[in-house]
T-cell receptor, first 114, second 112 residues
Framework: DGGITQSPKYLFRKEGQNVTLSCEQN?????MYWYRQDPGQGLRLIYY???????QKGDIAEGYSVSREKKESFPLTVTSAQKNPTAFYLC?????????????FGPGTRLTVT | KQEVTQIPAALSVPEGENLVLNCSFT??????LQWFRQDPGKGLTSLLL?????REQTSGRLNASLDKSSGRSTLYIAASQPGDSATYLC???????????FGKGTRLHILP
């Protein structure tokens, strides 16, 4: 089955530790995205990548880092510099098929930092 | 700067009714608009995507329309069912290589 996988589903970390969230897609999509979702705030874009070895900051990139070494993978690292990291993190990818740029989402990772 | 708004934030309707969810955007130069469904604690599921050159798209009991001149899109759900209960989000893309802007969603509850 084609799709986007995120692991783990739940993640717990102590304050001050860096943590990396995994995102893998087998849809052959060029573009990939990371969003953060908080209650009452909607989805906010952290980083996005339109091609391998290239990525751009979104609206709330501070305290986060990404890499795009392979087309299928776009891991997100939440660093200790992120002041309020507890949130639901969603990875997405989009296709250029028929110029639609339709966006597809993974199941999400809920990160809790204490 | 494009802004996407969804009103109301929450809606409850009896089962079987037809209903309309609203989405408005500030910049009419939109590339496409996408409607998503999100169940609690889950990712987003794409429902319908409307290109700027299209007026509407249909999938089963769902119909989405786009009116660029008025900056509005609607999602029509026919014969609502309890399984339709979820949060519905709309998102507008300005350019094909750009990010998309999300509304905050409408939380829909279908009463059995």
């Amino acid at each position: 089955d084609g799709g986007i996988t995120q692991s783990p589903k739940y993640l717990f970390r102590k304050e001050g530790q860096n943590v990396t969230l995994s995102c893998e897609q087998n849809l052959n999509h060029d573009a990939m995205y990371w969003y953060r979702q908080d209650p009452g705030q909607g989805l906010r874009l952290i980083y996005y990548s339109q091609i391998v070895n290239d990525f751009q900051k979104g609206d709330i990139a501070e305290g986060y880092s990404v890499s795009r070494e392979k087309k299928e993978s776009f891991p997100l690292t939440v660093t200790s510099a992120q002041k309020n990291p507890t949130a639901f993190y969603l990875c997405a990818s989009s296709t250029r098929l028929a110029e639609s740029y339709e966006q597809y989402f993974g199941p999400g990772t809920r990160l809790t930092v204490t | 700067k494009q802004e996407v708004t969804q009103i109301p934030a929450a809606l409850s309707v009896p089962e079987g009714e037809n209903l309309v969810l609203n989405c408005s955007f500030t910049d009419s130069a939109i590339y496409n608009l996408q409607w998503f469904r999100q169940d609690p604690g889950k990712g987003l599921t794409s429902l319908l995507l409307i290109q700027s050159s299209q007026r509407e798209q249909t999938s089963g009991r769902l119909n989405a329309s786009l009116d660029k001149s008025s900056g509005r899109s609607t999602l029509y759900i026919a014969a609502s069912q309890p399984g339709d209960s979820a949060t519905y989000l709309c998102a507008g893309r300005m350019n094909r290589d750009d990010k998309i802007i999300f509304g905050k969603g409408t939380r829909l509850h279908i009463l059995p």
